[in-house]
């Protein structure tokens, strides 16, 4: 089943009334693809590739025949790089000091009571949806109900290792897990307390609370950063009790330098603003920290290393022979899920390779391959000794 | 003298029939700014921001009332990663090995006998223009006119101290001078050959040639750059002794090195793909030569240090209230010139600052400061805590 289509005439006047503006704004945007149109099991859906009157990118438009709702994207969250000067000129009184887990952002809305899973991009994922539907879907059609499942949807993080798009291992959720970080009541979001209630009473994991600390205690927040660093965890993000100015985040050393040295294996399509802002978060940090001397060398040693090792790696693989991919178990229900799973990608124009399918304790287990683009640069350069970039 | 103005139509017909396009895409490209019209001392020119027509980026058409002069932009050289690889591939037989000269590609091209400095972006730098006739203007006017003023041109590189662009100080040139490296005629480059004897017999000085190479002698070539990285010299430009094919180029470590360090000294305006085409070079030659344990980590520290140590400076610096700018001396036949040059540069955008002038042999020399978005950025930075990239 294809997921795009051509929309018949009142679709276009739906997402126009959805979203306030004019009906041929909107022809156009659909055909610029600013705005996308697709379905998933018979719901359609609107998502914006950019903002958009208001509406920040990554919003989705779930629509039918009379009806429609917007899910707000998830606004970008400012980093700090200076927790000195951006925490106690930022916040009011105190600060909400959260874990930022390493996975990726889904809201959940319910939909005709169906759990739905939409990726920060605005897609609904078949494969989020279905998995957190098993692990968490009666839940969390309980939580929504009782807050009002028609306006209010949650925001959080998806982790573990058995997901196509963010891995890394939690030994709280080795394989998959959901850690709600916001609950949004259209477009605002509530204030952390009140998630912690609602998630706790229906038995959803919400992301840690690491702390709740004055906003001039910064010696606090890095005590508490030190400790996610040695632990090899991702960072912190910070939020007013009371939601009444935008959270920060912050990101460790661990984290900045690990994010390279994965990224750079697949240095052709991540180089360029993915060093570029990870170096900047480094700079900042070795200034407030005062690095100097051997603690600067040992940096500029690891940050080089990171760079150059994973990188030097997989042009030797290459030039060896062998592929470069990235590879991943994921679980489905039965073949139909796989191939719901197979086709959405082939839809994003990413082909996956099905390596192997198992079954394991009543499902069907694949192992899958993402073919990168840096395998196929890397080869190129292997074979004419030029570079394409400058 | 603002350098811009609203052209009279004649000046899209004679810009449409140089080109061979349509008049009414010439008004259209001149309004969306891909053709910039301006004038230099009442010669009137166009510039293509990008390739057009089969013409390259930084295509120049000198024109007045019923005349045209293209001169067609400097091509861009490809850069070779695995000498081992692309030089046996790429040429034919022989290779001339050239030295690549660090400094800025100027086209000169006479004009009722007058000669023009044209930058690589297409513009009629008057400083280079001033420079450049003062040092050589007689013997380039033997030259071209001998070979044929109206349909050839030198290309070639300024070096030295004494310029608003690129400053490297070489022991041959230390304050300005300027080595040919190419002689067109019609957009199509002579053999070296030739550029050496017609350059020799006027005295204007060539690019050295390092060797003539057969192209299976890899190690001839790597001698040679070994030599030019002991030395801090920048590389090699590769060219089949016919310009049967086009030229390869080739940079030391030192230079990747090198530039990474001045360059991040201005992290926020160089980045993204400075920094990621720098360490693409390293991440091949660290392959090529089979870099491992030691000498991968001697590597890999000297690179995080030349992108922390001189970003962290920068930051440290912006901290205690200082300002971080570009700064250069400058010289003048008077006044006029001076000031000339300013307005230029204005009309880019780039508001020069006058930190001195003075007297010396008859000149005029100005200290001068060109600002750096990284100084304002920092000081956002740094009394934010936040930084506007992710």
Redesign the interface.
Known sequence: MAEEWTPEPWVYDTIADALGIERDRVENLVRSRVIRIRSYRGIMYASLRRELAGYPEGTVILFGRGWSRVVHGYP?I??????????P??FIDKVVVEEKLNGYNVRVVLIDDRVLAITRGGLVCPYTTARLTRLLGEKIKEALREIGADDHYLAGEVIGLENPYTRYFYPEAPKFGYFVFDIFREGKPLPPRIRDEVTEKHGIPHVPVLGIVDKDDVDSIKAILEKLNREGREGIVMKDPEYRVPP?KYTTPATNIGDLRYGMRF?MEE???F???R??????R??EEG?QGPK??S???????A???P??ET??LV?KGEMVAEEFELEFANADELNEFVDYMSSLGIDLVILSTWEENGFLKARIRKPKDTWVEVRK???????P??
Chains 1, 2 share one sequence.
Request: net charge positive; glycine share 6%.
């Open positions: 970008p400012q980093r700090a790089v200076l927790l000195r000067v951006a925490v000129r930022h920060l240095f180089g360029r603003s060093l570029f802002s170096i900047l978060r480094e700079i900042f070795a200034y690095l600067l060398d940096l500029a040693l690891e940050l080089g290393t760079i150059l090792k990188a030097i042009v030797t030039a350069i292997l074979e004419t000794g030029l570079t970039i400058d």
